[in-house]
């Protein structure tokens, strides 16, 4: 069985940091490519990154882009997300996503994965 367990979430004031992790289970990690989204209210869920099963490729939205890395230890089966120069804009829920093994398909588009974590609170004070 599958487990996607984020934590790291919080309150933080804008201009502050916050660093999310992910802990797989039940998975070969590195085997899949790997990704993070946000859900804000009233807002559709929005790609933040995504990392190739290496290591080796990152993408980024926009939005985060220069902001946000995203990394990962094939070792200990866990992704990060280090958020820094945080803005209200950001609250969100982040949810970590699995994509099938060897993935090759469009990283953006969420329907493309096939695991999720439970999401995580991230609360950005102005």
């Known amino acids: 069985q599958v487990q996607l367990v984020e934590s790291g979430g919080g309150l933080v004031q804008a201009g502050g940091s916050l660093r999310l992790s992910c802990a797989a289970s039940?998975?070969?990690?590195?085997?899949?490519?790997m990704a993070w989204f946000r859900h804000a209210p009233g807002k559709e869920r929005e790609f933040v990154a995504a990392?190739?099963?290496?290591?080796?490729?990152?993408v980024y939205g926009g939005s985060v882009k220069g902001r946000f890395t995203i990394s990962r230890d094939n070792l200990r089966n866990t992704l990060s997300l280090q958020m820094n120069s945080l803005t209200p804009e950001d609250t969100a829920v982040y949810y970590c996503a699995a994509a099938p093994p060897y993935f090759r398909g469009d990283h953006y588009e969420q329907n493309e994965y096939d695991y999720w974590g439970q999401g995580t609170q991230v609360t950005v004070s102005s």
């Open positions: 990392i190739k099963w290496s290591g080796r490729t990152t």
């Open positions: 039940g998975l070969t990690f590195s085997r899949h490519s």
